[in-house]
């Protein structure tokens, strides 16, 4: 069996090869389409000697071009490297170098940042640019234009066969520092984030076939919100095309134009980034009044969806199912939980653990499943192979326990009284006051729980007495009064006194990655030079 990116999705395209398979910004492509487009460019990168295990570079917004290079790297058995379309010079010349890309696929928008980076990666040597109607001059470092280069060659599937083991790497957001390319194998990665495990039963998908073959029955019309340089927006849309299931894409995120979408496509699944996609994404709907009544299923994962946004939903969708996924771009799925009305607002996400997936404590044991106990997540079985290039960041994600490996990317959870868990936060963010530890994304719910509160991220401040205080940067709604001391009194009564934050900042908006996760760095810059909105002294 060859548990392979490309295999899969060519099983999709035999299936159903008429079955509309990818829709973007007017655009629309057939499953046998998409596949004789992505032949295309795999023979094109093959005649430039581009191969098995080269990197290729995807420096683009959400397109249907993306997806065709990563669909042509797998067929050649090369890897996809996905670009922040946000990073600047520097951070481009690192990942460039970092991932040793060979060839590079971008949309002509960025040509300038481009043909800045190239002489400092001179193993970069074939450059595709895709239209995208700008008047950007790609010819000074030597583009080729993408569709020019499909022209050029054969739509055959004529490539040899490929392997299980093959690789797969994800290039992490880089928010606490530079990004970090995660390394799967195939048959690993679609266990743990494509479908090939049942995310609710555990029981493993039987064959390469079956999802294809499901997918003869009907297919899903599915709109992940994310950018596609972010995984759980590929895993959405890699998983809905295995199963022959129809992925529509807005180019970047745009609330109203999300919905505007959702009413034109009939779209029946939205995949959201938690609170950052989601609260915008409610308050649009409000605003325009929009037909969604085709909704039946909205997900989120990777970020925090806090109680009182979750409400929100509920109220406005009693019909449809919401979702809450936790998960990692080193873990893949960890569990998941349905949505329930009047529940805690300051909780974190309270999910169903998967079946490889358990605590343990900072010293690598497992934690007893008891109500109360908390520890890292940590999950075994089809776990990524590390970081590349960099074996010592790898060794500490990996933990042995009982004689089994675990990866242990540093998320903290509870476990609850009925075997659910709650997750709590990143321990890297854990805010040390006094000797108790506050986990941001507590604290953030209660903060975001009160009307007046658009977004806020929170963060440690150094302090004499407690060693750190909790700090928040607040992003107030437009047109609200900025009553801080009436926000500190709602969030007394959602946590404990040691949590409320001390410190409060204002900012006209919040900064986060193109994905919605969290820019904690940028918050403890900003807080360093702009004076709090106030101080609170009490605990």
């Not at 979750?310 to 949505?339: C, H, R």
């Amino acid at each position: 069996m060859a548990f392979n990116i490309a295999d899969l999705l060519e099983h999709a395209v035999d299936a159903v090869p008429d079955r509309t398979a990818v829709v973007c910004d007017g655009r629309r492509l057939t499953y046998a389409q998409l596949d004789e487009r992505a032949n295309r460019l795999a023979h094109h990168l093959a005649a430039n000697g581009i191969g098995k295990g080269d990197h290729i570079g995807v420096y683009s917004r959400n397109s249907i071009e993306m997806i065709e290079t990563m669909f042509a790297a797998y067929k050649l058995r090369a890897i996809a490297i996905n670009v922040n379309y946000r990073y600047v010079h520097g951070e481009l010349t690192y990942l460039f170098t970092n991932a040793d890309l060979v060839a590079l696929v971008h949309e002509r928008q960025y040509s300038d940042k481009v043909a800045a980076v190239l002489p400092e990666t001179p193993e970069l040597k074939h450059v595709l640019v895709i239209e995208d109607g700008s008047d950007a001059d790609f010819a000074a470092h030597g583009g080729i234009a993408y569709e020019d280069a499909l022209a050029q060659t054969s739509p055959a599937r004529d490539f040899g066969e490929r392997s299980p083991d093959d690789l797969y790497i994800l290039y992490t957001g880089g928010t606490t520092g530079y990004p970090k390319g995660v390394i799967w194998r195939h048959e690993d990665v679609w266990r743990a984030l494509g479908g090939g495990i049942d995310f609710v039963t555990g029981e493993y998908v039987p064959d390469e076939w079956t999802m294809a073959e499901q997918g003869k029955q009907g297919a899903l019309v599915r709109l992940p919100t994310a950018p596609l340089i972010h995984g759980a927006a590929q895993w959405a849309a890699f998983g809905a095309l295995f199963s022959g299931g129809i992925v529509v894409f807005v180019p970047q995120f745009d609330a109203h134009e999300i919905w505007r979408t959702i009413e034109r496509e009939k779209v029946q699944v939205l995949t959201i980034v938690g609170d950052a996609m989601a609260r915008p994404l409610i308050e649009a709907y409000r605003e325009g009044g929009y037909d969604a009544s085709s909704l039946v299923a909205v997900s989120s994962h990777a970020a925090l969806f806090s109680q009182s946004v979750k409400q929100e939903y509920l109220d406005a969708f009693p019909n449809t199912v919401l979702t809450d996924a936790i998960g990692s771009s080193e873990s893949g799925f960890t569990g998941i939980g349905m949505m329930a009305k009047d529940a805690d607002h300051s909780a974190g996400p309270r999910v169903n653990f998967g079946k490889d997936a358990i605590l343990l404590d900072d010293d690598g044991n497992v934690v007893p499943a008891e109500a109360g106990a908390v520890g890292r997540i940590g999950r075994r079985g089809h776990v990524p192979l590390g970081y590349y290039k960099d074996p010592a960041k790898s060794e500490t994600i990996f933990v042995e326990a009982g004689g089994v490996r675990y990866v242990v990317p540093g998320d903290y959870a509870r476990y609850e009284d009925d075997g659910t868990v709650t997750l709590l936060g990143r321990g890297s963010q854990c805010v040390n006051t006094g000797g108790e530890k506050v986990f941001p994304e507590e604290v953030e719910g209660a903060l975001k729980s009160h009307p007046d509160v658009f977004d806020a991220l929170v963060i440690a401040v150094p302090d004499e007495r407690l060693g750190q205080r909790v700090g928040a940067v607040l992003q107030v709604r437009p047109g609200a009064a900025t009553d801080l001391a009436a926000i500190e009194a709602h969030v007394r009564t959602e946590i404990a006194g040691y949590k409320v934050p001390r410190s409060l900042w204002l900012a006209d908006e919040i900064s986060r990655s193109p994905s919605g996760k969290p820019d904690y760095p940028w918050a403890q810059r900003y807080a360093a030079e702009h004076e709090p909105a106030v101080e609170m002294l009490k605990a």
